[in-house]
């Protein structure tokens, strides 16, 4: 079992940035893969951000490429989401999830792990 805290969500004002934190914990933890989703209100879940197999290898989606920037701390299974100039279509909960497959999908089915969530709300 992985299970997955998020934090860092709030309220800001649009062109302010906030740092999600993603914490993963569990006797197989470090051998999942995380990401990030959202979910606005009357939308689905879409993907923001993840990392592949390949050293260094990070994607996005294409709401919030150039950002949004993924990194994290694989001593710790821990995973950051900065986000920089934020939008009030950023508005939504967002998700840290965890997979199994080493290599990049942003399909929400290809997660077999989910956090709570952390709500991000950016008025304008």
């Known amino acids: 079992q992985v299970l997955l805290v998020e934090s860092g969500g709030g309220l800001v004002q649009a062109g302010d940035s906030l740092r999600l934190s993603c914490a993963a914990s569990?006797?197989?933890?470090?051998?999942?893969?995380l990401a990030w989703f959202r979910q606005a209100p009357g939308k689905e879940r879409e993907f923001v951000a993840t990392t592949g197999w390949s050293a260094g290898s990070t994607y996005y989606g294409d709401s919030v490429k150039g950002r949004f920037t993924w990194s994290r701390d694989p001593a710790r299974n821990w995973a950051y989401l900065q986000m920089n100039n934020l939008k009030p279509t950023d508005t939504a909960v967002y998700y840290c999830a965890a997979r199994s497959d080493e290599h990049y999908t942003p399909d929400v089915g290809a997660y077999q792990y989910w956090g709570q969530g952390t709500q991000v709300t950016v008025s304008a």
């Open positions: 569990g006797r197989s933890a470090n051998n999942y893969m």
